[in-house]
């Protein structure tokens, strides 16, 4: 069980950074696109700088919003955690006391 959990972790990371790299090269090649077209970046309100401002704010909302909700998750963890220790003890007595109990 926790080489699978190992394993859809590595998963996750795998796929957070290919989305978050896709996104930097997006904002950069804004950037770039934007310094090459002889105004060293967008005038506000053209569509490049919209772009460009909708890129910032959907790869800075993510982070915000995972940490808005943080709270939620760690609780969820906690109370996954605690069910897992409750379930180990309750497995643990539970074989103690098939193989004979207490001697006299």
Same mark, same amino acid.
């Given at each position: 069980? @926790?080489?699978?959990? @190992?394993?859809?972790?590595?998963?996750?990371?795998?796929?957070?950074?290919?989305?978050?790299?896709? @996104?930097?090269?997006?904002? /950069?090649? /804004?950037? #770039?696109?934007?310094?090459?077209?002889?105004?060293?970046?967008?005038?506000?309100?053209?569509?490049?700088?919209?772009?460009?401002?909708?890129? $910032?704010?959907?790869?800075?909302?993510?982070?915000?919003?995972?940490?808005?909700?943080?709270?939620?998750?760690? #609780?969820?963890?906690?109370?996954? #955690? /605690? $069910?897992? $220790?409750?379930?180990?003890? #309750?497995? /643990?007595?539970?074989?103690?006391?098939?193989? @004979?109990?207490?001697?006299?």
């Amino acid at each position: 069980m @926790g080489s699978d959990a @190992g394993n859809a972790l590595k998963g996750a990371e795998a796929v957070f950074l290919a989305l978050l790299t896709i @996104g930097l090269m997006g904002l /950069l090649f /804004l950037i #770039i696109y934007g310094n090459l077209s002889n105004n060293l970046g967008f005038a506000e309100g053209t569509a490049g700088f919209n772009n460009t401002e909708n890129v $910032i704010a959907n790869l800075t909302s993510g982070a915000t919003q995972f940490f808005t909700f943080s709270n939620v998750w760690f #609780i969820l963890t906690a109370i996954t #955690i /605690l $069910i897992g $220790i409750v379930l180990g003890v #309750i497995v /643990l007595v539970k074989k103690s006391s098939s193989g @004979g109990g207490f001697s006299n």
